[in-house]
Each structure stands twice: as structure tokens, then as C-alpha cells.
């Protein structure tokens, strides 16, 4: 698709000649100018609003399910399809969100450390599986793209998450939570992907904490502390046939860091 661009900006007046034919310089009664010092560029400017609770006195953390390279992989292949202005996640940075920290005091972050081995310890490994694909906030508008996943027990996880931040005293989102795995985010115009679905999944042995550091190029994230599930597996219970997938709006609230 190609993208239009707007008009060119109109040429600035020329400047009024002075008797001599050239512009008049500018008087002043106070002397030479002084040139003003430039401002310094603030963290969270409006090009990021994600940001707007980040300070340099904190960082961004969250907790999360990495994916497996054997499912990245293969999800990293269908970013080809996309055209315009989508920033594809790299297949390395693929994870599913489970409680997002906008502002963590840096001297709290054992403090989360220690509630994730708390929790994580009690849990037993999860198997997840890929449904469709869907955009956030609707297909109409889209700003990401991402395909939803499913897993018995992972919405009480991030429940448990949530709860235990919130009794630390610290900021968490309080949206609704909706798994799922970021592919792009768009950037500028750009044409939508029609609907895919995946026959992929993993079992995950474990979740970390994670940083989240702001990059002109996009979010990069580093590993803070990784959880182990040590809880023992109970008997799975039969699959029953599900209904077709209707996830266009669902990712309405909530958005990857």
C-alpha cells in the first residue's frame, strides 16, 4: 500500500529589505543575545506515553513466560506477511505478560524476587497452546498485533501476581488480563494481516521477571530473575471442542510493555 504523504511546507516571506537592500538586523536595547540553554529531553515524552509513571529513580519490570525458540521460530516466519509501518518483535523478546510494573523503586526488586519463587514454587508445569491472531485495541484501529494463548490455570497465576504486588505496596496495571503474544506493533500506516491460526504450543517449566528498557528501535527486555514450577501435575482433564475463536476487540485492555 502506498503511503501518502502531505504537502510540502510552504516557503517562509522573504524578509523586508532595508534601505541598503539587505535585511535589517534585529535591534536591542540590552546588548548582544544571549543564546538559551537547550532544554534537556524528558523520560516519558509524549512519543512514549507508555512510559508516563517511568522515572529515572525506577525501573519497568514485569513478570513473564518466555517462548520457547521452537515456537518463536515459526511465529517469527508469519512476521513476513506483514507490510507499512509494523515493527515485528524479535523471536528472541517473545513472551506472554502476566503482571506488568510500570515503576518499581529499585530497592524493591527482591522484594519481587522473593514473591515470585513463593508463587512459581507452588504451580505446576503449564501446557500452553496458540489460538488465532487478533489486534489491540480492535481491527478497525490496530496498534498490535498478536496471537492468543491458552492454558489451565494461567489467568489464577496472573491473579496471584497481581495480588501479591498490590499487598508489597507497589503499582501494578489494573486491567483486564488477556494472554497473548505480541508479533508487531504498528508504527505508522500500514495494511492488516487477515486472521491466522497456529497448531503450537509448549510446556512451561517456568516464569521470570523481567526489565524493560525504552529504545528508539523499540523495548528491549533482559532477564532480572527466573522461577522455576515445582508444584506437582494433576490429572489433565479432557479437552472438550471449542468454539471457534472470536478475539477481534478482546485485546482491548491490555497491551504488552
Do not use: C
Not at 217 to 241: A, C, K, L, M, V
Amino acid at each position: 500500500m502506498k503511503v501518502r504523504t502531505g504537502p510540502g511546507k510552504p516557503a517562509a516571506p522573504k524578509a523586508a529589505p532595508g534601505k541598503s537592500g539587505a535585511a535589517a538586523p534585529a535591534k536591542s536595547a540590552a546588548g548582544p543575545a544571549v543564546a538559551s540553554r537547550p532544554r534537556p529531553a524528558r523520560p516519558g515524552s509524549p512519543a512514549q506515553p507508555e512510559d508516563r509513571t517511568h522515572s529515572p529513580s525506577t525501573v519497568r519490570l514485569f513478570y513473564a513466560l518466555k517462548v520457547p525458540t521452537e515456537v518463536a521460530a515459526p511465529l517469527a516466519q508469519v512476521q513476513s506477511r506483514l507490510k507499512g509501518n509494523w515493527r515485528s518483535v524479535r523471536a528472541d523478546q517473545m513472551h506472554v505478560t502476566l503482571a506488568y510494573l510500570p515503576a518499581v523503586p529499585p530497592a524493591r526488586v527482591g522484594d519481587l524476587k522473593a514473591l515470585g519463587l513463593r508463587l512459581m514454587g507452588e504451580r505446576a508445569p503449564m501446557d500452553l497452546r496458540l489460538r488465532g491472531t487478533g489486534y489491540f485495541p480492535n481491527e478497525g484501529s490496530p496498534r498490535v498485533w498478536f496471537v492468543k494463548v491458552e492454558a489451565d490455570g494461567l489467568d489464577e497465576l496472573a491473579a496471584e501476581l497481581r495480588a501479591g504486588i498490590q499487598e508489597l505496596g507497589l503499582e501494578t496495571d489494573d486491567l483486564n488480563f488477556k494472554a497473548h503474544i505480541t508479533l508487531a506493533r504498528k508504527k505508522g500506516p500500514a495494511p492488516r494481516v487477515p486472521p491466522l491460526t497456529f497448531d503450537l504450543g509448549w510446556q512451561a517449566s517456568g516464569a521470570a521477571l523481567m526489565r524493560s528498557i525504552l529504545r528508539k528501535t523499540g523495548p528491549i527486555y533482559e532477564t532480572e530473575s527466573s522461577f522455576r514450577f515445582q508444584g506437582s501435575r494433576s490429572r489433565p482433564r479432557p479437552i472438550s471442542p471449542s468454539a471457534p475463536d472470536d478475539i477481534s476487540g478482546q485485546e482491548a485492555h491490555q497491551e504488552t510493555p
